[in-house]
């Protein structure tokens, strides 16, 4: 029988059958007890819970992350806090979560240690479906290579882009381990972006005045737009070739007549975005900058499309504002003046709230009264604030 060199620890079987500890990293140790004893093993005693534990939430992991001062990497790392997790599945999980390696745990609130849980579940998850990952050294023990490589967004794919936003991934070391992030889809913690949307009059506008009272700015994409038709020649001149001159009325470009060539056309719906998205996403981050100047330590993103535009990579966490489809039908008919049938397409043709509810990191149901919604939206206020 020969060895190699990361042959550590060999146990010799009946019929000379060799069982062989092979570790290259050599992360692992070997401890002998007693029979009945296992409970003494030091290294078994102080593991945290596994990722797939039901009691792995944030009421158990929150503690934690808020006693630390450490990167938020270091602590899901800390196989004494959360059990199994490895250098690949945090790298993911903190992609999939949208926050910096190096951010320092401490700072992050509750809904961010939610998503955190949400992403490394969901990436295990994965994972084990195909077979693990096989990066060098990694092979299953029927000898079968993993499949999770494929899917992985960016540990290992320094120098590609991103998937989300197009920006390059980097490389860097986080206690000692190599890392890998998206720089825009990852920002350090500085200033915490909330993505606002909705369905289509759910009541976003109350929840962004309710933001706006606690004194956190909010930035209105549609506002940015309209603005820019007014300020931006060569957006402007754009829109105008690629649909007519009879876009255009006396005071520039007639929203309503635009609306409804692009309500009922996806193609041409696309291209306007295509031209116009671009130009609002520069004006946004140019102020997200001049907040992040300034100190601020929370801002809004007010975007009624945030997922069909394929935005919510701009902000840290994502609040939807949500009502019962009766209320939001009803709703709609008052605020346009349509009919019950013109309501319904309206609502139709965004993405359905099933799926925006599952992309959302917080759910705000505007079906009651107002003072309803402003209870829970104080609690959530309270809860993102996280000191
Ligand atoms: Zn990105």
């Given at each position: 029988?020969?060895?190699?060199?990361?042959?550590?620890?060999?146990?010799?079987?009946?019929?000379?059958?060799?069982?062989?500890?092979?570790?290259?990293?050599?992360?692992?140790?070997?401890?002998?007890?007693?029979?009945?004893?296992?409970?003494?093993?030091?290294?078994?005693?102080?593991?945290?819970?596994?990722?797939?534990?039901?009691?792995?939430?944030?009421?158990?992991?929150?503690?934690?992350?808020?006693?630390?001062?450490?990167?938020?990497?270091?602590?899901?790392?800390?196989?004494?806090?959360?059990?199994?997790?490895?250098?690949?599945?945090?790298?993911?999980?903190?992609?999939?979560?949208?926050?910096?390696?190096?951010?320092?745990?401490?700072?992050?609130?509750?809904?961010?240690?939610?998503?955190?849980?949400?992403?490394?579940?969901?990436?295990?998850?994965?994972?084990?479906?195909?077979?693990?990952?096989?990066?060098?050294?990694?092979?299953?023990?029927l000898?079968?290579?993993?499949?999770?490589?494929?899917?992985?967004?960016?540990?290992?794919?320094?120098?590609?882009?991103?998937?989300?936003c197009?920006?390059?991934?980097?490389?860097?070391?986080?206690?000692?381990?190599?890392?890998?992030?998206?720089?825009?889809?990852?920002?350090?913690?500085?200033?915490?972006?909330?993505g606002?949307?909705?369905?289509?009059?759910?009541?976003?506008?109350?929840?962004?005045?309710?933001?706006?009272?606690?004194?956190?700015?909010?930035?209105?994409?549609?506002?940015?737009?309209?603005?820019?038709?007014?300020?931006?020649?060569?957006?402007?001149?754009?829109?105008?070739?690629?649909?007519?001159?009879?876009?255009?009325?006396?005071?520039?470009?007639?929203?309503?007549?635009?609306?409804?060539?692009?309500?009922?056309?996806p193609?041409?719906?696309?291209?306007?975005?295509?031209?116009?998205?671009?130009?609002?996403?520069?004006?946004?981050?140019?102020?997200?900058?001049?907040?992040?100047?300034?100190?601020?330590?929370?801002?809004?993103?007010?975007?009624?499309?945030?997922?069909?535009?394929?935005?919510e990579?701009?902000?840290?966490?994502?609040?939807l504002?949500?009502?019962?489809?009766?209320t939001?039908?009803?709703?709609?008919?008052?605020?346009?003046?349509?009919?019950?049938?013109?309501?319904?397409?309206?609502?139709?043709?965004?993405?359905?709230?099933?799926?925006?509810?599952?992309?959302?990191?917080?759910?705000?149901?505007?079906s009651?009264?107002?003072?309803?919604?402003?209870?829970?939206f104080n609690?959530?206020?309270?809860?993102?604030?996280?000191?």
């Open positions: 029988m020969e060895f190699t060199k990361h042959d550590h620890v060999v146990f010799v079987l009946d019929g000379s059958i060799y069982l062989t500890y092979h570790d290259v990293r050599k992360f692992g140790t070997m401890e002998l007890v007693e029979k009945h004893k296992e409970e003494e093993l030091s290294s078994i005693s102080i593991l945290g819970k596994e990722i797939n534990d039901p009691n792995l939430n944030s009421d158990y992991l929150y503690p934690y992350v808020k006693k630390a001062a450490r990167p938020i990497k270091t602590v899901l790392l800390d196989q004494n806090i959360v059990s199994g997790l490895g250098n690949i599945y945090v790298d993911e999980t903190l992609y999939l979560s949208k926050i910096n390696p190096k951010n320092i745990s401490n700072k992050l609130n509750i809904y961010q240690v939610e998503k955190i849980i949400r992403s490394a579940k969901n990436v295990i998850d994965r994972a084990i479906i195909l077979g693990g990952t096989t990066i060098r050294t990694y092979q299953s023990s000898g079968v290579d993993g499949r999770f490589q494929n899917e992985l967004n960016v540990h290992t794919l320094v120098g590609e882009s991103c998937k989300a197009g920006d390059t991934i980097l490389k860097t070391r986080v206690g000692g381990r190599g890392t890998y992030y998206c720089p825009t889809c990852q920002r350090e913690n500085d200033l915490l972006i909330i606002l949307t909705g369905g289509i009059a759910t009541g976003k506008s109350l929840i962004s005045e309710l933001f706006k009272k606690k004194g956190v700015p909010v930035i209105d994409a549609d506002k940015i737009y309209k603005n820019l038709l007014k300020t931006n020649k060569i957006m402007y001149n754009e829109i105008v070739e690629n649909f007519g001159f009879a876009i255009e009325n006396n005071e520039g470009i007639d929203l309503k007549k635009l609306g409804s060539i692009v309500f009922s056309n193609e041409k719906r696309l291209l306007l975005n295509e031209i116009t998205h671009p130009h609002v996403l520069v004006e946004m981050n140019n102020e997200i900058d001049s907040y992040r100047k300034k100190g601020e330590k929370m801002v809004v993103i007010d975007v009624p499309l945030l997922f069909e535009a394929k935005l990579y701009l902000a840290d966490l994502v609040v504002v949500d009502s019962d489809n009766e939001q039908i009803e709703r709609l008919m008052t605020r346009d003046s349509i009919n019950r049938e013109r309501a319904i397409a309206k609502i139709t043709s965004q993405l359905d709230m099933e799926t925006k509810r599952k992309m959302s990191d917080i759910v705000i149901d505007n009651g009264l107002v003072s309803e919604t402003e209870n829970s609690e959530i206020f309270r809860k993102l604030r996280s000191d």
